[in-house]
């Protein structure tokens, strides 16, 4: 047993979904979380402010005494993951790796799509995790630099006009290549699970990147004998770089519950 | 006459269309142009985070010993002008005014549209200035988000299905006020003249706020003494808070033209 908190972090409010899962598989562990709301989005940004950007980030997490780091942002991790690990003697653990796992075991035919932002698919970071594991996987990509923005303006419901069309038009090509899996490579894209689902049918599997990294940080700890007990009552606490009464009328959304009293700005630029 | 540079900014590249109408219109003049590419878009921020980083945009750009700033960023302009104005001994113009008074005179009925970013609606400000001029203006103000974005991706180009059906949607209830004049409230806007104008008809006048904002500046050097002998060639230098190589990518689309030897990098969170 471990009790220091696990921090996590994205460029935005995509994060979350990666925190919700690790609330309810993990309710005994501390989470702080930092969201850099005063700079998102990273996706369409050079590789180079990325990495910048990463670095403070983490550096503000590492200002509370951590156990691990969760990258819950696909753009950080195909990005700047070997760096951030090189610098920082605690684990740090992208979404990469756990999502190119769970869709070579999820693929019948090794028919694999990815999407993420433009700079997570200008690594080629997935296809080259999925081909390490599977070498003879049949790979298509796909950046999708508009999902970002219709899902922190909340336009990720069926029956949105624009997003089913931005979505038709991104994923045709995936499509028509016959995908069995399709990794959705940015963790504010599973907001969008029921217009991405309804078009690419229910023969094809969705793998969610942030439920994939909390199952893959659950797994470390439990190996690294620094699981909390499940009876413990886990605290989440949550930083923002912009106003922290933003963050907290979103991440409603994103958590399914009230975060406001737990919600406070930091100036990310000072770290 | 006064050869000391104008500075001009904006949250990313749509400023650009302001000093592509200044070039034309102010031959003789310096220009020092600043584009926050590293932190754009400003429109879904806050009120507080939006002023932070106007201060350290203008902050920047009196580095250089100036004779005036534009603020060729409508997010800005409506939401800091007031505070920049009063920090700053030189004179700062912003783009309401002048795009305000430019809709007022071009306006048959004083039925007048004005669209911008969230945080540019939010403000009142374009309504608060055109009712200044026309107490009896029946107004209309539609916040649209995802159009920067769109901009910032390229999908500026008549057919864009994408495009042509968030421009539709943002725009129908604009339409069905029956407005005469309609205000680009955002300096990116103008990049998509052709998709509005297409959908608004050619019966509404489209008011282009980088052109007016180069307007006013050029009759406030004008009446100022300060304007330089056209026969002068200007020099124009261009600064980018992420990578210069994309900025100068990005800018041939704006300016028309190459400028990838005048293009710099600068730190901005150090200003």
Same mark, same amino acid.
């Given at each position: 047993?471990?009790?220091?908190?696990?921090?996590?972090?994205?460029?935005?409010?995509?994060?979350?979904? !990666?925190?919700?899962?690790?609330?309810?598989?993990?309710?005994?562990?501390?989470?702080?979380?930092?969201?850099? &709301?005063?700079?998102?989005?990273?996706?369409?940004?050079?590789?180079? &402010?990325?990495?910048?950007?990463?670095?403070?980030?983490?550096?503000?997490?590492?200002?509370?005494?951590?156990?691990?780091?969760?990258?819950?942002?696909?753009?950080?991790?195909?990005?700047?993951?070997?760096?951030?690990?090189?610098? %920082?003697?605690?684990?740090?653990?992208?979404?990469?790796?756990?999502?190119?796992?769970?869709?070579?075991?999820?693929?019948?035919?090794? %028919?694999?799509?990815?999407?993420?932002?433009? @700079?997570?698919?200008?690594?080629? @970071?997935?296809?080259?995790?999925?081909?390490?594991?599977?070498?003879?996987?049949?790979?298509?990509?796909?950046?999708?630099?508009?999902?970002?923005?219709?899902?922190? +303006?909340?336009?990720?419901?069926?029956?949105?006009?624009?997003?089913?069309?931005?979505?038709?038009?991104?994923?045709?090509?995936?499509? !028509?290549?016959?995908?069995?899996?399709?990794?959705?490579?940015? &963790?504010?894209?599973?907001?969008?699970? +029921?217009?991405?689902?309804?078009?690419?049918?229910?023969?094809?599997?969705?793998?969610?990147?942030?439920?994939?990294?909390?199952?893959?940080?659950?797994?470390?700890?439990?190996?690294?004998?620094?699981? %909390?007990?499940?009876?413990?009552?886990?605290?989440?606490?949550?930083?923002?770089?912009?106003?922290?009464?933003?963050?907290?009328?979103?991440?409603?959304?994103?958590?399914?519950?009230?975060?406001? +009293?737990?919600?406070?700005?930091?100036?990310?630029?000072?770290?």
């Amino acid at each position: 047993m471990d009790t220091r908190p696990i921090g996590v972090f994205d460029s935005g409010m995509g994060g979350l979904t !990666a925190v919700r899962q690790m609330i309810r598989l993990l309710p005994g562990e501390d989470i702080v979380y930092f969201g850099d &709301t005063g700079r998102v989005p990273y996706g369409g940004r050079s590789a180079e &402010t990325i990495v910048r950007y990463a670095r403070q980030d983490v550096a503000f997490l590492r200002s509370f005494d951590l156990k691990a780091i969760v990258i819950a942002c696909g753009t950080v991790s195909t990005t700047a993951l070997s760096v951030l690990r090189s610098e %920082n003697s605690i684990p740090v653990l992208g979404v990469v790796e756990p999502a190119a796992k769970a869709a070579v075991a999820a693929s019948r035919g090794g %028919n694999i799509g990815v999407i993420g932002t433009k @700079a997570t698919i200008r690594s080629g @970071a997935y296809e080259a995790a999925i081909r390490a594991l599977l070498p003879e996987a049949k790979l298509v990509a796909k950046a999708c630099p508009l999902l970002v923005p219709l899902v922190e +303006d909340g336009r990720v419901r069926r029956g949105d006009a624009v997003t089913e069309r931005v979505v038709e038009e991104y994923l045709s090509s995936v499509k !028509a290549a016959g995908v069995d899996t399709l990794v959705l490579g940015c &963790t504010h894209y599973p907001l969008l699970r +029921d217009v991405i689902g309804d078009y690419m049918g229910a023969d094809v599997t969705l793998i969610d990147t942030g439920e994939e990294a909390a199952r893959a940080v659950a797994a470390l700890l439990e190996a690294q004998g620094q699981l %909390n007990d499940v009876s413990r009552k886990g605290e989440r606490h949550y930083y923002a770089s912009d106003s922290a009464e933003d963050f907290a009328a979103t991440a409603a959304l994103f958590l399914g519950k009230d975060i406001s +009293d737990r919600v406070e700005r930091v100036a990310i630029e000072n770290y």
